[in-house]
């Protein structure tokens, strides 16, 4: 498979795993609606944010949406899109070292996303999707870079969207377009369909709606050679039965029958789209499902009834609602217009959401801006009865605070007034900020950490996934997966009884332990230290872990 190399590329291609775990603290102050709601927006570098919520969400999001910067080279926008940011000079610095002074801007963006990708990857669920919007300057190789992260046989679509009518009329030719690049998980991932409210249903029948597809295969290169299982005779009851002169589809050929061949207006074989045996199996039905009519000219033509109210999604797209200045104008009326320049429209992101998400789905954007994909999730919870949550992050602390957050506020409890007020959508977020390191310099637990920040740390570093709930400090028994329970001997908790030893894995405590959940099966125990041999160990049935030197800190 071919790959795309880029100055730089070396050092930030597994930095990801040395992006140190932080707290996250919330501030109730800036958070609106229900708490509990299980949204919340992030302040801080998406970086460290993504690999702070890690261990809570790995494998738990079905569909991931975000807008990077598109690397114009316009560093007057509130979102520097040169990649050339003060944060982002820092980072490469550090990351990249002098090897850093060399890079063009497109390294500098490459070398900016590649880590943060890598890490999205690991929060999608194994049938979830990612979609991420882009224009030419690095289309063609951030596809590049998914096909190595996420594996070019999990290429979705390039969907390309009409952003602004006009078109950018002062280039040599007048560009109207941008794209979204999709990719899913695994084979696992499969998009919905449209639902089309049945809009494309014209006509109707004793059994409701339905629109009239013909049964001829339209495509030139299909005929009896290639085809022969959809190449056979149709026959037809030449008596009408309906006054719109719906004629049955026999099962069997009959004296006065009527004989008709997929042939195509010019009078060559083409085929038809169904086999034989499904043919039978719906002509049965009489006139519900298939039927046959002839056109002015005399010829007979054989169509299904279609009654399905969806369609599937296309690679265009060109309606009204998701053009670019829709998104400009929705800020504006909410009175954020002057505050954040080229908001994605909401009607696009709900556009993915409707073909990627489940009504229970979590949604993540760690590239927020002012929190498009927050209100475009709340929106389509609306619309359909969802309960869809959201995680979205975002860098800039001015942005976060003014606009983000003003907005999803907004969105939830309304705005305007009088004629122009808009109703509230409902729902609620929590506003968090990035907190303390999990670990200090020299590897030890940070003094603000507490059980429940290091049970989370703990449950995930062992096996992978985030922990089943949140810790609350009763009981050092943090759950059960694939039948390992896994313990934390923290702050002295051991449930209601606590005998002498706090955070040291004694006979007495491993006495005291809770029993594994199934009555069986391999227990695991973080603590500071052991006072048990190896034979003891094996009669408890304790792998003993000890804390922070076999904890994964990166």
């Not at 930030?12 to 707290?23: I, Q, T």
């Not at 109210?309 to 609602?321: H, N, R």
């Not at 003094?447 to 049970?455: H, I, M, N, R, Y």
Request: glycine share 10%.
């Amino acid at each position: 498979m071919p790959t795309l190399d880029w100055i730089g590329k070396a050092a930030v291609v597994n930095h990801h795993r040395k992006v140190p775990y932080r707290l996250l603290k919330c501030d109730r102050e800036l958070s609106a609606g229900d708490a509990d709601a299980g949204n919340l927006l992030v302040q801080g570098d998406n970086l460290l944010a993504l690999k702070a919520l890690l261990p809570y969400y790995a494998g738990k999001v079905k569909c991931i949406y975000i807008d990077p910067p598109y690397n114009t080279g316009n560093e007057g926008w509130a979102y520097n899109d040169n990649v050339n940011s003060p944060e982002i000079r820092q980072w490469i610095k550090q990351v990249v070292g002098r090897e850093g002074e060399d890079l063009s801007r497109h390294d500098k963006w490459l070398c900016m996303m590649y880590p943060r990708l890598a890490l999205l990857r690991d929060f999608l669920t194994q049938d979830g999707f990612i979609f991420v919007s882009l224009d030419d300057n690095e289309i063609a190789s951030t596809k590049f870079v998914f096909d190595e992260l996420f594996g070019q046989r999990n290429f979705v679509a390039q969907i390309v969207i009409e952003a602004n009518r006009r078109g950018q009329t002062y280039k040599e030719i007048s560009k109207n377009h941008e794209y979204v690049l999709c990719y899913s998980r695994s084979a696992k991932s499969a998009l919905r369909k449209l639902d089309t409210d049945g809009e494309k249903l014209d006509r109707n029948d004793d059994w409701g709606a339905y629109s009239a597809r013909e049964l001829r295969n339209r495509n030139p290169k299909f005929n009896r050679n290639n085809r022969p299982n959809l190449f056979y005779p149709i026959y037809i009851d030449p008596h009408p039965a309906t006054p719109e002169g719906h004629h049955r589809i026999l099962l069997h050929r009959t004296d006065n029958a009527v004989e008709t061949l997929p042939l195509n207006s010019s009078g060559h074989e083409s085929c038809w789209r169904w086999g034989n045996p499904k043919l039978i199996e719906e002509a049965q039905k009489g006139l519900q499902v298939v039927y046959a009519s002839k056109t002015r000219s005399g010829e007979w033509r054989v169509f299904e009834k279609y009654r399905k109210e969806t369609i599937t999604p296309k690679s265009l797209w060109t309606e009204t609602q998701f053009i670019s200045e829709q998104g400009t104008s929705l800020l504006r009326q909410m009175g954020l217009g002057e505050r954040f320049q080229f908001p994605k429209p909401t009607a696009l992101i709900q556009r993915v959401i409707q073909i990627a998400t489940d009504k229970d789905s979590l949604i993540l954007d760690s590239f927020a801006g002012s929190g498009t994909t927050a209100h475009a999730v709340l929106a389509q919870n609306k619309a359909d009865g969802g309960t869809r949550r959201f995680i979205t992050v975002e860098m800039d602390e001015a942005i976060c605070r003014d606009v983000t957050s003003q907005r999803i506020r907004k969105a939830i409890e309304g705005y305007g007034e009088g004629d122009k007020a808009t109703p509230g959508l409902g729902g609620g977020f929590r506003f968090c900020k990035l907190g303390a390191a999990l670990f200090d310099e020299a590897g030890n637990i940070g003094s603000e950490v507490k059980f429940s920040d290091l049970a989370a740390h703990v449950f995930f570093t062992e096996t992978g996934s985030p922990i089943p709930k949140r810790a609350d400090g009763k009981t050092p028994l943090l759950g059960v997966h694939q039948g390992k329970a896994v313990y934390l001997l923290f702050n002295g908790v051991l449930g209601d009884r606590r005998p002498a030893g706090g955070n040291v894995l004694t006979h007495e405590v491993a006495g005291h332990l809770p029993p594994h959940p199934d009555g069986h099966g391999a227990r695991v125990v973080y603590g500071e230290a052991c006072r048990l041999g190896p034979k003891s160990l094996e009669q408890y049935g304790i792998t003993f872990r000890q804390i922070p030197f076999e904890l994964k800190v990166d």
